[in-house]
């Protein structure tokens, strides 16, 4: 499987951005699906997962702002991000992990994308 993320770029505190990450393969619909960040000086960490079910899970932090969905027609996962917040500022990586179910350990997933930056300005 290899990803693609797409989507960062800079905004404004308050603002949107929505991330995308395409996968080739056949089989996307049955791995489980996660976004993780990595900020300057900071280890990486997990910020939403869904699985093969569309069940979904998010860090403390990011919730009831950013929504994770999946269209297993386009092979593709997003994050949307609203009410962003300086602290957001981040490399994203989008991930994903055979078996079909989401974990928050960056171990548990075979597959990463390159990272996409998201900076958000106060």
């Known amino acids: 499987v290899q990803l693609q993320a797409s989507g960062g770029g800079l905004v404004q505190a308050g603002g949107s951005l929505r991330l995308s990450c395409a996968a080739s393969g056949r089989t996307f619909s049955s791995y489980g699906m996660g976004w993780f960040r990595q900020a300057p000086g900071k280890e990486r960490e997990f910020v939403a997962g869904i699985s093969w079910t569309g069940s979904t899970y998010y860090v403390d932090s990011v919730k009831g702002r950013f929504t994770i969905s999946r269209d297993n027609a386009k092979n593709t996962v997003y994050l949307q991000m609203n009410s962003l917040k300086p602290d957001d500022t981040a490399v994203y990586f989008c991930?994903?992990?055979?078996?079909?179910?989401?974990?928050?350990?960056?171990?548990?997933?075979?597959?990463w994308g390159q990272g996409t930056q998201v900076t958000v300005s106060s």
């Open positions: 991930a994903a992990r055979g078996g079909g179910v989401v974990t928050r350990a960056l171990s548990g997933y075979e597959y």
